[in-house]
């Protein structure tokens, strides 16, 4: 796209602001969603006797991800709303999908040792 069609590229502000609605209902709506989920997470917990620490490391780090993720998700959207044309949209792109990325990594790292670290404590020998 030429730099002239760049510096036209705008949103109108009634677009903006219903997108920053919107934006925001989901947010709302995905931290109450959470709340419910942590909540009933929490009651199967302390329910069952069986459950493995493991488990509840591995079910708790897979909530705080879920939540991290969608955040994030929410926040770059918000932020492409707001971008002023289209290459600050590509750099926005660009610098979410290199932090989506590496919070990726980071987190199947993190599950990976606590499975690794529950199927480990799973095989020694009871007494």
Do not use: C, W
Not at 15 to 23: K, N, P, V
Not at 56 to 70: C, P, Q, W
Not at 108 to 123: K, L, Y
Request: proline share 2%; no cysteine.
């Amino acid at each position: 796209m030429s730099e002239q069609g760049q510096r036209h590229f705008e949103i109108p502000k009634e677009m903006r602001s219903m997108a920053d609605a919107g934006l925001e209902q989901a947010r709302r709506t995905f931290e109450k969603f959470i709340e419910g989920a942590q909540v009933a997470a929490d009651s199967v917990s302390t329910r069952t006797a069986t459950v493995s620490a493991g488990a509840k490391d591995a079910s708790a780090m897979t909530f705080t991800y879920a939540e991290k993720n969608v955040q994030a998700s929410l926040d770059y959207a918000q932020s492409l709303v707001h971008a002023k044309d289209l290459s600050e949209v590509m750099r926005l792109h660009r610098e979410y999908v290199r932090a989506q990325m590496r919070s990726l990594a980071e987190q199947a790292d993190d599950i990976g040792q606590i499975m690794s670290r529950t199927a480990m404590d799973a095989a020694r020998p009871k007494h």
